[in-house]
């Protein structure tokens, strides 16, 4: 809410807290109805068929929900996380769509997204499906969480067309500036900082001594992708854009997403600080084919969930 909050216009800020709180709702609501089964629950290569509204019997939750099985955390705990993670992935189509959509366009995709589309990618990496057959890794989410959101995000923001005043009928590129980079950049704080929860909590058991070994490559990345994209906009633009820094943590969080749990802290480093260069480059060449993305989610959760799995 406030990072996209503070990267759209004055006039819209309001709207898009309002929308983030709103599909927050119904993300929990239609994942517990539906979506946890189809990511986790006992089924085919394709989704999951079982554990409909987490109506299970105590003695029969390890084989209705096998692929969880393998922490011992009560299954309400289970979703609680995991709806978590739906949640991110739904936001993150919407910040590629800010300033141009219809309230119910938004609840009416929150509904698929959350009940279909991010399931059925999720069962087939973490719910034993024919990703995870074939010995695919993504330990917290690059591709699951970040990567269907992004791609969901391609769609929308192709489909929609650009802001009124985006682009000049000349082509250029009109820049239409966030009204609080303050703002954006606490919201960066509050997901550098959730990131804790993110990464390190997918190993569900935080007793466990890799739980802060975790923290340290999430960490690391993102320290290496604030400065690397800085360092990067400055020479490609002439200046250190504040933006630009801002968005360099979260492409590397994004990309250490995957990674997180079996790389070593110089890789993690090494990881962060290519995401964030990239995400610069990516950022300029998406805005110059006429895309708009106000966040730029297209190249923070895109193109860095691609590196990061």
Same mark, same amino acid.
């Given at each position: 809410? =406030? ?75 289970? +979703? ?17 769509? #800010? ?18 589309? +991010?399931?059925?990618?999720?069962? *087939?990496?973490?719910?034993?499906? *024919? /990703? ?34 985006? +682009? ?13 980079? =303050?703002? $954006? /950049? ?5 997901? *550098? ?23 340290? =490559?999430?960490?690391?990345?993102? $320290?290496?992708?604030? /400065? ?37 802290? *110089? $890789? ?29 989610? #297209? ?9 990061? =799995?």
């Amino acid at each position: 809410a =406030t990072l996209e909050a503070g990267f759209c216009r004055t006039k819209n800020a309001g709207h898009i807290a309002w929308k983030n709180l709103v599909n927050l709702a119904i993300s929990a609501l239609v994942f517990w109805a539906v979506g946890f089964a189809i990511a986790f629950g006992t089924g085919s290569g394709f989704a999951g068929s079982s554990g409909w509204f987490m109506s299970v019997a105590p003695d029969q939750v390890n084989d209705v929900f096998a692929s969880l099985s393998i922490s011992g955390i009560p299954i309400s705990t289970k +979703y609680l996380f995991e709806f978590a993670f739906a949640a991110v992935s739904l936001a993150i189509v919407y910040g590629a769509l #800010l300033e141009r959509t219809k309230m119910v366009v938004y609840f009416v995709f929150a509904v698929a997204f959350t009940g279909f589309i +991010y399931p059925v990618v999720g069962h *087939w990496i973490w719910g034993g499906g *024919w /990703l995870a057959q074939l010995g695919m890794q993504d330990f917290a989410g690059s591709t699951v969480v970040h990567l269907v959101g992004a791609t969901a995000a391609l769609v929308g923001a192709v489909a929609l067309g650009p802001r009124i005043g985006k +682009y000049g009928k000349d082509g250029s590129v009109r820049p239409i500036p966030g009204h609080s980079m =303050t703002l $954006a /950049l606490l919201g960066v704080i509050i997901l *550098w900082l959730g990131w804790f929860g993110f990464n390190p909590g997918s190993t569900l058991g935080a007793m466990n001594l890799s739980f802060a070994d975790i923290a340290v =490559t999430t960490n690391l990345a993102a $320290a290496s992708g604030v /400065l690397s994209a800085m360092f990067t906009a400055w020479i490609v633009m002439g200046k250190p854009d504040i933006g630009m820094t801002g968005n360099g943590a979260i492409a590397a969080l994004v990309a250490i997403t995957a990674p997180c749990a079996f790389v070593e802290p *110089w $890789a993690a480093i090494v990881i962060g600080g290519v995401a964030g260069a990239v995400m610069v480059l990516a950022v300029l060449g998406i805005d110059r084919i006429k895309i708009d993305d106000p966040i730029g989610a #297209l190249s923070c959760h895109g193109i860095s969930g691609i590196w990061g =799995t």
